[in-house]
């Protein structure tokens, strides 16, 4: 499975390295996946774009990243999976970490 969602959230939430990283823990714990490695970095502001971080956890299954850009109040999730997984946990466990938010987008492939 594939899941790629462009979500609105609270943008002071979008800046902690803590709350990324507990979200990519989160995420693994409750979709019952495997983590090899995970880092979490947060980026200063460039000419290109504001302050945000950036998480990525090495999946036995595959992998998944979020990307924030607290300036937009943006999050961008990619989540890549050889094991099915629910769309609406996934949901459940962001509404958990950032709160109420709106989903922009949202595209969810089975390969």
Not at 9 to 31: C, F, K, M, N, Q
Not at 38 to 63: I, N, R
Request: aromatic share 6%; charged share 25%.
């Amino acid at each position: 499975m594939h899941l790629l969602m462009d979500i609105k959230a609270e943008p002071e939430r979008l800046s902690s390295v803590r709350t990324i990283g507990d979200l990519l823990l989160d995420l693994s714990r409750t979709l019952q996946l495997d983590i090899r490695d995970l880092d979490v970095k947060e980026f200063p502001a460039s000419e290109a774009a504001g302050p945000g971080v950036t998480g990525y956890a090495m999946l036995s299954e595959s992998h998944m990243n979020i990307d924030t850009w607290p300036e937009k109040a943006l999050v961008q999730l990619c989540l890549h999976s050889c094991k099915a997984f629910s769309v609406d946990k996934v949901k459940q466990v962001v509404r958990a970490n950032f709160g109420p938010f709106e989903i922009r987008y949202e595209a969810c492939l089975n390969r």
